[in-house]
């Protein structure tokens, strides 16, 4: 999936009045409650995504929950770590007709790729 995909994706998965997230390269994005008391936002979400980005064996963010989307196609799949929801699309899974398991598997393998390796591709801040 493209970039720009991607980006339009999350808008559309994001419920509107949030308005304050940023997305990170595989799909991960941290949503903030109040960016204005944030000094960096780029430098916050970083530090957020390395503590509960990365995904270890029995611990908390290895537990999911898979949300299927109504605005486009995909689910989002929530974890450990308030506010950090990842996108999956359909095209980025082999099986057709998933279950939710395997979203969610393949949903925290994104988030643990972006906790290991964190790159902001987009931010947006409301007015």
């Not at 949030?18 to 960096?40: A, R």
């Not at 290895?62 to 929801?85: P, Q, R, S």
């Amino acid at each position: 999936m493209r970039e720009s995909e991607l980006i339009e994706n999350v808008k559309l998965a994001i419920n509107p009045k949030f308005q304050d997230w940023v997305l990170f390269k595989n799909g991960t994005y941290i949503i903030f409650d109040d960016i204005s008391k944030v000094k960096n936002t780029n430098d916050e979400a970083i530090a957020i995504m390395k503590e509960f980005g990365p995904v270890f064996a029995g611990g908390p963010a290895g537990d999911f929950n898979t949300i299927h989307l109504t605005k486009t196609e995909g689910w989002i799949v929530a974890g450990h770590g308030y506010g950090m929801y990842t996108f999956v699309s359909p095209d980025e899974l082999e099986n057709k007709s998933p279950n939710d398991l395997e979203v969610g598997l393949f949903g925290r393998s994104k988030r643990d790729l972006d906790g290991k390796k964190p790159e902001i591709i987009y931010v947006n801040k409301s007015k």
